[in-house]
């Protein structure tokens, strides 16, 4: 028998559940407020009925179930309505926008709402605007970043400012990762290298005003206090600050995992978090500690920037504060998806941020691992008679503070940056374990350095050269480890395809006692099964060898896009436009059972300095490399090369193929494939109107093909090609359109004479 309660405390988790997949799922169904309203309202009275009629028995009984399911079906409604009520029109500031011609300069008026964000070649400035001009003034709200390539040191929190310039509204579909987090921080629209003139001062907030001044100055501090290139990661480990990192460092980290060490995290404030709780506990009674210390650490969550990773780990940190103070300090899955679930009704998008995916399951990978493996572990070495006691205690605190907390919180998070960034460190966890003890020592005694120097300065320069050691050490540690042979690989891994592989390992490790009990002659067939699958696999690639066709393989993801073309005769060439550095990289990595060698690259980097530290980190240096429209290295015994740069045209020869660019418009570059009777032109980003304004007509008239990625418009390329190929009634043979597949490579095969078309559509 049981009790007559309808939901236990452990219960809890499903509210949460339910609550997070309301948020999630609106945000990728459209559906009308009124009807997720509607539909709670009716799941509320289904729940009361079910309430009623449950009452009456003390067993488990169908009403019982219906009212839980009831319930939960009201708490995924109400969040599915928060979620459609932030992105409907009632929430869409820049809805006056449809009458404006974004083609045109503009002038947007507003208040600056943060500090310039400075990094090493822009500024960055967050604008609430209240009015746009063009040919009248409209009264207007909403948040511009405008990205200024020449920063003003003028330009201050509070500022009354005019932008002048071009506008690009942040959509809400096909949104790259990078719009996507601007979605998610509320940002509306950006504005490139705008004309920028101030009108007034002091306009914002004075209590904000007062906490960046304060900011201000300890960093001005830490920079006195801490040599440079040390400085630069205290501030940003400190005061979260990374504007004067260097690219080369900040990619060091980058390429061995370890980016998370030089920003605010949740690490920097459970540190926090810890050292004020010692504090006030030893000054105040325990029903006082949570009252001072949250508001402590919400004000240095505004000192710090006031980011909204920043305010989620504050939030986070207070909840384990309270739960503490109650006695529910152990109960961290709930408490971790309790706070998830603030933060998301407090702003949906929030939860499509890399940053909260990456923190959320880093979290939940040490909750659910840590503990489990610990005990494994030590259930192993109690097998070892022979070991001491003293050398089996450390060896278990060793692993429990040195190696696990990186383990555990990688399990997730690997899949989630794969996916993200398109890369994976092969040297993350040696790279975190040598330096992970460190992080604590640098939050604290630079907190510390600093507040010495304001009692006694020459006291805090000392202290502040005791603490040097670990950051010095910090940075000279993950340049190494950088440095290492395949310390980054790149990796090709969809959102969907890392999200899948995290719900199986969850779902394995709820099911592991019943999934684990392999029988020997099931472990046979599977290994006979795997040895037909490599046999398939080698002989495939055998017979690849034979193959004497024309391959092109085009691939695109939310930042760039790239050509992989393989000729007759199994040479490469390949052409990426907004690469970045480890994608590049690793696209000349040599797999395994690779009979095709790389003869020529065409790169375009997403940063000026990629380039050089690409030059410097490749082994095997092809024929042919162009990056960024220069020759980096020519051997003219291979190819037949006209032009020397890009922007001015180039055109490739070998056997039967020629590789032409015969139109390119500031960092595009469209291409033009030629194969004996086939021509294939890839317009990567090039647009119909910018065809039309350098009167570059004749490309259609040789092309047999266009092949259309999936942020080329297909409506404008099919009128402008029936406008062009159907004069008087009369239509000339016109090229085929192909538009590759959402989230897939397409590959093309041809002969010459005919084409083979693989995850593509034909029009």
């Known amino acids: 028998m049981t009790d007559n309660k309808l939901f236990k405390p452990s219960d809890a988790i499903y509210f949460y559940l339910s609550i997070l997949a309301g948020l999630l799922i609106a945000q990728q169904i459209k559906i009308a407020v009124a009807v997720w309203m509607i539909t709670g309202c009716l799941s509320l009275i289904l729940f009361f009925l079910f309430r009623r009629k449950s009452a009456q028995y003390i067993l488990e009984q169908p009403s019982k179930k219906a ?194 060490i030089i920003a605010i995290s949740g690490a920097n404030f459970a540190v926090l978090t810890w050292l004020l709780l010692k504090l006030s506990k030893a000054l105040f009674h325990r029903w006082w500690s949570p009252l001072v210390t949250i508001p402590l650490i919400f004000l240095y969550a505004l000192i710090t920037g006031g980011k909204s990773a920043i305010l989620r780990a504050a939030i986070m940190c207070s909840i384990t504060i309270i739960g503490m103070t109650i006695g529910r300090s152990k109960s961290g899955v709930h408490s971790l998806l309790f706070s998830v679930c603030l933060i998301g009704i407090a702003n949906p998008k929030s939860l499509l941020e890399i940053s909260l995916q990456l923190s959320v399951m880093a979290t939940l990978g040490i909750l659910l691992f840590k503990d489990p493996v610990l005990t494994r572990f030590s259930y192993l070495l109690k097998k070892i008679r022979k070991l001491p006691e003293e050398a089996r205690t450390f060896l278990i605190n060793f692993l429990d503070e040195m190696l696990l907390i990186s383990l555990t919180a990688q399990i997730f998070t690997v899949w989630i940056s794969a996916s993200a960034f398109q890369q994976c460190s092969m040297v993350s966890l040696f790279a975190n374990f040598l330096i992970t003890p460190f992080q604590s020592m640098i939050m604290l005694g630079g907190i510390l350095s600093v507040a010495v120097s304001y009692l006694f300065e020459p006291l805090g320069t000392l202290v502040a050269g005791l603490v040097w050691v670990a950051p010095a050490y910090t940075i000279r540690v993950v340049q190494l480890c950088a440095g290492l042979p395949d310390a980054s690989r790149f990796v090709k891994l969809t959102e969907k395809s890392a999200w899948l592989i995290i719900a199986v390992i969850l779902f394995l490790w709820i099911f592991r006692k019943n999934i684990f009990r392999w029988e020997k002659e099931k472990l046979i067939e599977k290994g006979l099964f795997l040895l037909f699958l490599l046999s398939v696999m080698i002989w495939k690639k055998a017979l690849d060898q034979n193959d004497h066709r024309l391959k092109i393989v085009y691939s695109e993801n939310s930042e760039s896009q790239q050509i992989q073309i393989q000729t007759p005769f199994h040479q490469k060439i390949l052409i990426a436009s907004n690469i970045s550095n480890y994608a590049a990289q690793n696209l000349l990595e040599r797999r395994i059972f690779d009979v095709d060698t790389v003869r020529a690259v065409v790169f375009d980097f997403s940063e000026v300095w990629m380039k050089d530290n690409f030059l410097k980190n490749i082994h095997d240096m092809p024929e042919i490399i162009y990056l960024d429209g220069v020759s980096a290295n020519q051997k003219m015994d291979l190819f037949h090369f006209n032009l020397p740069k890009i922007s001015q045209g180039f055109e490739m020869k070998t056997e039967d193929m020629t590789l032409s660019n015969p139109i390119a418009y500031l960092h595009h570059h469209g291409w033009m494939i030629g194969y004996k009777k086939m021509q294939l032109f890839i317009p990567m980003g090039i647009t119909v109107r910018q065809i039309q304004k350098q009167n570059r007509e004749d490309i259609i008239e040789q092309t047999t093909i266009i092949l259309l990625g999936k942020n080329d418009n297909y409506d404008d390329w099919k009128n402008f090609i029936q406008s062009f190929t159907c004069k008087e009634g009369i239509c000339n043979a016109f090229p085929v359109i192909v538009e590759a597949v959402k989230n897939q490579d397409m590959e093309i095969y041809s002969n010459g004479n005919d084409l083979w078309l693989y995850d593509g559509i034909a029009y």
Do not use: W
Request: charged content about 20%; aromatic content about 8%; some cysteine.
């Open 67 to 260: 009212a839980r399911i009831a319930l939960l079906l009201v708490l995924f409604c109400m969040a599915a309505s928060r979620t459609t009520f932030q992105y409907s029109d009632l929430k869409n500031p820049f809805t006056g926008f449809a009458e404006i011609n974004l083609d045109e300069k503009i002038s947007v008026t507003g208040i600056v709402i943060r500090p310039p964000e400075v990094k090493t070649n822009r500024t960055y400035l967050r604008v609430q605007a209240d009015s746009i001009h063009q040919e009248s003034e409209i009264p207007i709200k909403g948040t511009i970043l405008a990205i200024l390539y020449q920063a003003d040191d003028e330009i201050s929190y509070g500022d009354r400012v005019r932008l002048s310039g071009k506008i690009t509204l942040i959509g809400t579909d096909n949104l790259s990762s990078y719009q996507r987090y601007l979605d998610s921080q509320n940002v509306d629209a950006l504005m490139y290298s705008p004309a920028i003139e101030r009108n007034a001062q002091n306009q914002g907030s004075r209590f904000l005003a007062g906490i960046y001044k304060i900011r201000k100055q300890l960093l001005n501090r830490v920079y006195q206090l801490y040599p440079a290139p040390e400085s630069a990661l205290m501030a940003g480990i400190i005061l979260g600050d990374e504007s004067k990192i260097s690219p080369d460092i900040e990619e060091a980290f980058q390429r061995t995992g370890t980016a998370h």
